[in-house]
């Protein structure tokens, strides 16, 4: 008892943790943060979800969905400047019900984006906007607010998986 009491007090770190460090295999905060550097946003974004007007009717908004595999809709102005969201559960109570299909515009079920990522962003602060928002998808702007495209948490996840393979799969053992 003495024995394991002392070493705690003067070791951090376990042998088997010491180990893996020094065959580099150990990944700490600071290698999660050199991964993140590998990812860019340009990269990761998708482009092809389909926009919304806030002066589109809920009829036309049933034809966008119709035509999509998504359930996020970026509501843009005319110069395509981010206006809101319109989330698929947010409208789902109305939107098989055709007599209110002229009687709703976008602009009634809009939302505002539980937050933004400017395409500039540095993907450890997109990551930390992920956390605090607990958001799945964020539209990403460019400085004049401009809409460029979602980015998906899963997106970040599984090109954050398939870097750190890429990188450390070489190690020798």
């Known amino acids: 008892m003495v024995s394991y009491g002392t070493i ?15 065959r580099g295999e150990l990944i700490t905060h600071h290698k999660d943060k050199a991964v ?15 926009t919304v007007t806030p002066e589109m ?3 036309e908004m049933v034809k966008v969905i ?3 595999n998504r359930n996020i809709f ?18 789902r109570n109305i939107m098989f019900r055709p007599e209110l299909y002229d ?9 505002g984006a539980p937050a933004q990522i400017n395409i500039n962003s540095s993907m450890e602060k997109v990551m930390d906007t992920f956390e ?20 998906s948490q899963s997106s970040v996840f599984n090109s954050y998986r398939e870097v750190l393979v890429d990188t450390y799969s070489d190690i020798d053992e």
């Open 8 to 22: 705690l007090i003067f070791e951090k770190h376990s042998i088997y943790a010491k180990r893996l460090a020094k």
């Open 36 to 50: 993140l550097t590998f990812l860019k946003i340009e990269d990761l974004l998708e482009k092809d979800i389909p």
């Open 57 to 59: 009717t809920l009829g």
């Open 66 to 68: 119709s035509t999509s």
């Open 74 to 91: 970026p509501v843009v102005n005319k110069d395509n400047v981010l206006m809101g969201l319109v989330m698929m559960n947010d409208i």
């Open 103 to 111: 009687r709703f515009t976008v602009q009634k079920f809009m939302v």
């Open 132 to 151: 605090n928002t607990k958001a799945w998808n964020l539209p990403v702007v460019n400085n004049q607010g401009v809409y460029q495209g979602i980015l």
